[in-house]
T-cell receptor
């Protein structure tokens, strides 16, 4: 049981390049989330999904797109990377039953945009 | 809208001393409250949670937290800190009707002196 895994762990991009971050969970959770973490700013929600085939915008969605074609996977895309997107990205998942449950986090992806 | 304030950005305590990390929340109804811990280079891990019932909740690693509705607080405590407790701590609040989402505070970094 791996929990939540993220690929890749580190990445360096040049401004304007694109990339996709992959999140996978093996706990059969309905809800999945993408956050970014910046110093002194805690965790900010980028996008989230309440089930396969659904996505919704979070607090800071601009510049990012997501897809959830399979229940266990949640992809975060950057179409044209900008230096402001340099951050640590965390994926999380939770079970939905009756209210906000504990979120299980992946180990993070450290992205640098030059 | 729900929000979380962690008034202390950084706290330093001596090993063996007691610890209290403050968390204040804003939410109209009964909140779902969480404390997470993040070790350097890692994702977040749940320490404890409060949904209802006994206002003093016990968590892992010897931590406890007390929900005080009148003060809108959910402070985290530990009677005797160990060097391995050095980490960043996040308080989070969720709502039953909010698609499972939680709002996180900006975090408190704990340093433990030998």
């Amino acid at each position: 049981n791996a929990g939540v895994t993220q690929t890749p762990k580190f990445r360096v991009l040049k401004t304007g390049q694109s990339m996709t971050l992959l999140c996978a969970q093996d706990m059969n959770h309905e809800y999945m989330y993408w956050y970014r973490q910046d110093p002194g700013m805690g965790l900010r929600l980028i996008h989230y999904s309440v089930g396969e085939g659904t996505t919704a915008k979070g607090e800071v969605p601009d510049g990012y797109n997501v897809s959830r074609l399979k229940k266990q996977n949640f992809l975060l895309g950057l179409e044209s990377a900008a230096p402001s997107q340099t951050s640590v990205y965390f994926c999380a998942s939770s079970q939905s039953a009756g209210g906000p449950g504990e979120q299980f986090f992946g180990p993070g992806t450290r992205l640098t945009v030059l | 809208a729900q929000s979380v304030t962690q008034p202390d950005i950084h706290i330093t305590v001596s090993e063996g001393a007691s610890l209290e990390l403050r968390c204040n929340y804003s939410y109209g109804a009964t909140p779902y409250l969480f404390w997470y811990v993040q070790s350097p280079g890692q994702g977040l891990q749940l320490l404890l949670k409060y949904f209802s019932g006994d206002t003093l909740v016990q968590g892992i690693k010897g931590f406890e937290a007390e929900f005080k509705r009148s003060q809108s607080s959910f402070n985290l405590r530990k009677p005797s800190v160990h060097w391995s407790d050095a980490a960043e701590y996040f308080c989070a609040v969720g709502a039953r009707t909010n698609a499972g989402k939680s709002t996180f505070g900006d975090g408190t970094t704990l340093t433990v002196k030998p």
